[in-house]
């Protein structure tokens, strides 16, 4: 029997029920605490916003921080898996479908974070019955729904192309297009910021560019972590060649992300450019700690992915989570630092619902951290992000991403 015969038959027969009682606590556990998230954002719809640390200073917090790191992790896991296809390169030994997946959950729990903080879900439908087509945030809405749609085709065609069902030049064509739609997910949530004048931090061209190396690098961490632990346990079949190269290119990928950074410090700075300030408030104000976190966790990831006797399972696991979470202190010091440093003059009435340090002053408004979130918003952030491990887990044990047989 040929080699695509019994890929076809492996692609025809039903799909694939994997895992143990491990996989099955994990699935329990995430249910738990998805529905512990639900329940707390019903505490949220009843009480109110003010619930949370967000005022009108700072109207935006965790829930659009987790927005924009769960987009590029999306985005990021998409385009390591269209990318080879849409170049006729070779693959990374069947570890595509799996990524498309957790690109989607990425998406359905970015689309989530983007409800909680529209404080009713009603909102939602008036988004769309108000919509204003000229607004960059109807663009973002539009565009992530249709990369959401475009991602579970794109994984759909992966199926029916090892069934025979659909040609390599059709879903190259999709592979394509999913890969222009994730770049432009990503350019689009990048220009929300970047077109905010107000906003020191945030008006900046090199925002769209920044905030695409930044997907990659998280992007491909999360493959990473993802493939190295369904190897362990026999879910799939990855040689280590693939594993090493999928580390190099998250070497690159940091190194390159950490080059746009410095270069917007650099010019923001010197010599005593108008973003001197934003450049203080990174390195020695009150986001210092995720600037020098940022900085020391993508530096320990570089290392370990570029000297080849560290590139070892174990240490380019720990490597990837390092790069994800050195990513996520990015986003937090993009989103709160916005917030910091405004280009245009407030209102000077303050009340506690303008702002959480309002008996102050604003020069104690601004003194230090404006926001930082309230356990109720920790509490629903766990429960979405428990509600995307799983999705994650019930498509590795109920849909047929395992490979069929070798990626061309």
Known sequence: MSENTSAAKAAKAPAARYGGKGLNIAIGVCALLAVCGVALWIVQLTGGMVQTGMRNLDSWGAYITMFMF???????????SSVPKAFGMKGFGGISKVAVWTSICCTVLAIGFVVVDMGQPFRVWELFIYSN???PLMWDIIVLGTYLILSIVYLWAQVRAEAGKVSHTALRVIAVVALVCAVLVHSVTAWIFGLQQSHELWHTALL???FVSSALVCGTALVLVVVIA???VGYLAVDQANVEKL???LGAFVCVDL??????LLTSAFPNGSGAEVVAMLVAGPLAPFFWG???LCVACAVVCFVPSLRKNGLIVAASVAAIVGIL???????VGGFQIPNLDYASALTPMAATNWDAGMAGVYQGLVYAPTMLELGIVLGVVALGGLLLCLGLKYLPLKPAGEEE
């Open 70 to 80: 769960l987009v590029g992790l999306s985005a990021g896991g998409l385009i390591i």
């Open 133 to 135: 087509l000229g607004s």
């Open 208 to 210: 769209g560019p920044w």
């Open 230 to 232: 369904l190897r362990r």
């Open 247 to 249: 580390a190099k290119m």
């Open 259 to 264: 080059y746009f950074f410095g270069c917007d």
């Open 294 to 296: 940022e900085i020391v």
């Open 329 to 335: 202190f990015k986003r937090i010091q993009l989103l």
